[in-house]
T-cell receptor
Framework: EAQVTQNPRYLITVTGKKLTVTCSQNMNHEYMSWYRQDPGLGLRQIYYSMNVEVTDKGDVPEGYKVSRKEKRNFPLILESPSPNQTSLYFC????????????FGSGTRLTVV | SQQGEEDPQALSIQEGENATMNCSYKTSINNLQWYRQNSGRGLVHLILIRSNEREKHSGRLRVTLDTSKKSSSLLITASRAADTASYFCATGGAEETSGSRLTFGEGTQLTVNP
C-alpha cells in the first residue's frame, strides 16, 4: 500500500530532551516536507526536501533540523524541544512537478512539558 | 506565510444539502488543490485544478477557479454525514518552478447533520 509512515503517533517529552520523529514513504517520491498544525494558525511548513541531500527551510524552521540521506526517509529532529513546539506534526511527500498532490502521514502529536 | 484563506470558517448543513466552501489567495499560482482532514488525522488529497482551468469535477466534488479574482470554490453535492471534516485549499506558487511547494489555508470545518 502506498503510504507515508510517521512514528511515533503520540509523544510526550520534557523541555530540552532531543527527539526525532521519523517519516518514511514507499512511493519513490522526490519531494518530502514537514508541517506543523496549530489551532488558528493552520498548517505551516517547517522544512522541505526536493531530493536526497537537498533540503530547504519552510516558513517556521527555527528549532528544527531535518536530513535526507535516503530518498524514502525524512526525519524531523528537535535538538532542544521547548513547550512552544507542542503541536500536531505531519510529514508529506509527492512527485516533483506542478500539480502533484501530497500524500500525508497520519500525524505525530507532540507535547513538550 | 498563509496564502489561502477559506470561507466560511465553519459550515453546518443537513444531509442531502450541498456545501460550498470558498478559498481566496494572494499571489499568482500554478495550481490549486483541495484537501480533506478528518479530526486529528492526515490530510487527504481531493482534487487539483490548474491555473489555466476554470472548472473540474470529481464524483460529488466540483471545483471552480477564477484567477482574475484569485479565488476558488469547492462544492460538495448531496452531502453525507461522512463528509464531516475540515477542508483546506492549498496553492502551488508560480514562483516555484517545480510547483511542488504548497501553502495551505486555515480550513473550513464542515459538519453534515444526519
Amino acid at each position: 500500500e502506498a503510504q507515508v509512515t510517521q512514528n511515533p503517533r503520540y509523544l510526550i517529552t520534557v523541555t530540552g530532551k532531543k527527539l526525532t520523529v521519523t517519516c518514511s514513504q514507499n512511493m519513490n517520491h522526490e519531494y518530502m516536507s514537514w508541517y506543523r498544525q496549530d489551532p488558528g494558525l493552520g498548517l505551516r511548513q517547517i522544512y522541505y526536501s526536493m531530493n536526497v541531500e537537498v533540503t530547504d527551510k519552510g516558513d517556521v524552521p527555527e528549532g528544527y533540523k531535518v536530513s535526507r540521506k535516503e530518498k524514502r526517509n525524512f526525519p524531523l529532529i528537535l535538538e532542544s524541544p521547548s513547550p512552544n513546539q507542542t503541536s500536531l506534526y505531519f510529514c508529506a511527500s509527492s512527485l516533483i512537478g506542478q500539480g502533484a498532490g501530497y500524500t500525508f502521514g497520519s500525524g505525530t502529536r507532540l507535547t513538550v512539558v | 506565510s498563509q496564502q489561502g484563506e477559506e470561507d466560511p470558517q465553519a459550515l453546518s448543513i443537513q444531509e442531502g444539502e450541498n456545501a460550498t466552501m470558498n478559498c481566496s489567495y494572494k499571489t499568482s499560482i500554478n495550481n490549486l488543490q483541495w484537501y480533506r482532514q478528518n479530526s486529528g488525522r492526515g490530510l487527504v488529497h481531493l482534487i487539483l485544478i490548474r491555473s489555466n482551468e476554470r472548472e473540474k469535477h470529481s464524483g460529488r466534488l466540483r471545483v471552480t477557479l477564477d484567477t482574475s479574482k484569485k479565488s476558488s470554490s469547492l462544492l460538495i453535492t448531496a452531502s453525507r454525514a461522512a463528509d464531516t471534516a475540515s477542508y483546506f485549499c492549498a496553492t502551488g506558487g508560480a514562483e516555484e518552478t517545480s510547483g511542488s511547494r504548497l501553502t495551505f489555508g486555515e480550513g473550513t470545518q464542515l459538519t453534515v447533520n444526519p
